[in-house]
């Protein structure tokens, strides 16, 4: 009943939200800077030993969506992070709508690590160079790279081998982070097994703060915390506000 | 609301302003109603339901038996508690009855005397509303999914059918034969939909996940197909490049105004798209369920502001906000799957009907009086026998 009111007291409040509009100003211009510091907690929660400190911190965009209500505004506000090159987004391979974010910083310092010693490292910088400030693409097909980026083939060859292109469709290639073949390994493994663990609960739904709590099995590597933001995020739980708290439920009809 | 009557009064808000703040009122209070009930009619699920357009009076509903309904929404009797009688019905005895599964139904947009109906049987029967016999039938060659006619057209009267062929047909009604095929699908067509904008515009959505856009006058393709990325390639693995969705695409409906377009696919998800361009306008609702092998039905709210969508998730009806994207509410209400929806504006009310063989009316909770006005009356009369008889003036009126 009280959401009830709430949704009808919105509307007739047009006076007060007028004047409650000018504090939100305020907010949405923090409102970027509001989407940058929930990605750097979602990246505490990434476990970095887990890759010996091969690959940078890694945060999915739907687990954004788990912390924010408006889907749209985190959108538009991880789009202007990519704008200004602070971001980096990749396609994961899995899902066609699971994105992955990476700080450009982090990408770069850890993809300049890797090569640090090989013969590829030019080739690496060239194209870090040519990427992190102004090219905000996923994929990129053979024309781009030939003729607006100047690579050659043996160098695209190169770029594919040490892991920043991944191979889309004869003569297009994904961007991609180097070593995160065992991060989506896991990362799907770990899904699943959160998943079962609330489907197997009585009436498939757990209290978020219990499953935070569960010790992790072997299939799962990660964090419990990153994890929930994930299958929450995803909408593979119903989320049902509750008197004791947040309980999630499974939602029937997953694949 | 009462500041809202004041300021219409005094002319300091337009008209308008009173009247949509108060649909958007009333359609957030949608709620399955006690008082209001609908016959049952049909034995097997609903598919499709559509209110006339001229009075908002009277309903037509299809079945999966082939059984058409009309029904007679305006409450005359004098009793809140209200059934919608149905009025007439084409039954299985009818001699000229669909065969198969009736998918859409729609009336004539410019008065009840018609309606057409298109089904699984492969034919489109054009009826008489006052005889229920066909006037006239249109043979296909694959099951019909979906019909529409433009709701304001003057110039034509061009039905356009969308069946399991790709070509998306035209029939006129006035010489009543098929005129015309607009060719560019490679797949079944789910949905067609007219622009309640231009009567020349027309939106198809097919299963090979594109969305066409069509001006019936040119003679050469579609006009454009609609891209979820917005034509940036590198988004998209390389065969989902310039599609409108990553599965297929099977509901179409545009908004009252004609601007915006939203479509639903099998992806479980559903765009908001500018309807002049072309361009998606990235409005995120998350995961909207959609399971729907046919083509799924479902409607916009007009005359609010902002304007709501009812889609329908599985067993319930889903309610988001159209610009906004945010899930207001579910309407939970139904046994099995809801197919259709429609919403009738003149009264904010919402008709679903589904597998479960019901149709429901949600209507809008009646405000409930101030609790203020209750306060402040027990207090006046409170001071009033507070004050001492011994000091209360005689002389002087307490009321001015």
Redesign the interface.
């Known amino acids: 009943m009280s959401?009830?009111r709430a949704?009808?007291a919105?509307?007739?409040c047009?006076?007060r939200r007028r004047c409650a509009a000018d504090s939100l100003t305020g907010e949405t211009h923090d409102g970027a800077t509001d989407i940058r510091s929930s990605i750097q907690y979602l990246m505490t929660l990434f476990s970095r030993k887990l890759f010996n400190d091969t690959l940078p911190p890694v945060v999915l965009k739907h687990q954004l969506?788990s912390l924010h209500?408006?889907?749209?505004s985190?959108?538009?506000h991880v789009n202007d992070l990519r704008e200004n090159g602070e971001l980096l987004m990749f396609?994961l391979g899995f899902d066609?709508?699971a994105f992955a974010l990476v700080f450009a910083e982090d990408y770069r310092a850890k993809v300049l690590q890797e090569e640090a010693g090989r013969k590829t490292l030019g080739t690496a910088e060239k194209f870090l160079d040519k990427l992190i400030p102004g090219c905000s693409?996923?994929?990129?097909?053979k024309d781009k790279m030939l003729k607006e980026f100047l690579f050659s083939d043996s160098e695209i060859t190169q770029l594919v081998k040490s892991g920043l292109l991944t191979v889309?469709?004869a003569g297009?290639w994904w961007l991609s982070i180097p070593n995160s073949g065992r991060f989506i390994k896991y990362f799907i493994k770990g899904r699943k097994a959160v998943l079962n663990m609330v489907k197997k609960s009585k009436y498939s739904e757990i209290l978020r703060t219990e499953l935070e709590e569960r010790r992790t099995t072997a299939q799962v590597k990660f964090q419990m915390k990153y994890h929930v933001h994930d299958i929450i995020g995803?909408?593979l739980v119903e989320c049902i506000q509750t008197t004791s708290g947040t309980v999630l439920r499974y939602v029937d009809?997953n694949n | 609301?009462l500041?809202?009557l004041y300021a219409r009064q005094t002319g300091l808000d337009d008209p308008v302003r009173l009247r949509r703040?108060e649909s958007?009122?009333r359609v957030?209070?949608l709620e399955l109603n006690h008082n209001r009930d609908v016959d049952r009619i049909h034995g097997n699920g609903i598919n499709t339901l559509d209110i006339e357009v001229i009075d908002g009076r009277y309903m037509l509903s299809g079945g999966s038996d082939g059984v058409i309904v009309i029904y007679d929404l305006e409450n005359n009797s004098k009793k809140p508690q209200y059934t919608c009688k149905a009025i007439c019905t084409v039954g299985r005895s009818s001699r000229h009855v669909h065969k198969f599964s009736v998918e859409t139904v729609q009336w004539y947009p410019h008065d009840t005397g018609m309606f057409v109906s298109s089904s699984f049987d492969k034919t489109m029967k054009v009826w008489d509303a006052e005889t229920l016999k066909p006037a006239d039938e249109f043979q296909f060659d694959g099951n019909v999914y979906c019909h529409h006619m433009s709701p304001i057209a003057r110039k034509h009267s061009l039905v356009a059918v969308g069946t399991k062929d790709p070509k998306v047909q035209l029939c006129d009604l006035k010489s009543g034969s098929r005129i015309h095929i607009l060719q560019g699908h490679r797949g079944e067509i789910l949905s067609v939909r007219w622009s309640p904008r231009y009567e020349h515009i027309l939106a198809t959505a097919s299963t090979d996940s594109r969305v066409r856009i069509w001006d019936v006058r040119r003679a050469s393709g579609s006009l454009f197909t609609l891209d979820q990325h917005n034509g940036?390639?590198?988004?998209?693995?390389?065969e989902?490049v310039n599609t409108a969705h990553?599965g297929r695409v099977n509901g179409l409906c545009f908004t009252a105004d004609g601007l915006h377009l939203l479509t639903t696919g099998t992806?479980d998800r559903m765009r908001l798209w500018n309807s002049g361009t072309g361009e998606n306008t990235?409005?995120?609702?998350?995961?909207v369920?959609n399971?729907s092998r046919k083509g799924l039905k479902f409607t916009v709210s007009r005359g609010c502001s902002p304007e709501f969508v009812f889609v329908p998730c599985g067993s319930s009806v889903a309610v988001y906000g159209l610009h906004?994207?945010?899930l207001?509410?579910m309407l939970r209400g139904h046994y099995n799957n809801v197919d259709c929806c429609e919403f009738h504006p003149d009264y904010q009310e919402l008709y679903s009907g589904g597998k479960d063989c019901n149709i429901l009316a949600w209507v809008p909770?009646l405000r409930q009086p101030d609790v203020d006005d209750e306060e402040t009356n027990t207090k006046r009369g409170g001071t009033q026998a507070a004050i001492n008889p011994a000091f209360a003036d005689a002389w002087s009126s307490d009321e001015d």
Request: hydrophobic share 30%; aromatic share 8%; no cysteine.
């Open positions: 959401r009830k949704l009808i919105d509307t007739f047009l006076k969506y209500t408006d889907k749209t985190v959108d538009k396609q066609s709508e693409d996923l994929s990129f097909n889309r469709d297009s995803a909408d009809g | 609301m500041g809202f703040a958007t009122r957030l209070s940036d390639k590198s988004k998209a693995s390389s989902a990553n992806d990235l409005v995120n609702y998350g995961k369920v399971e906004s994207g945010e207001i509410t909770v």
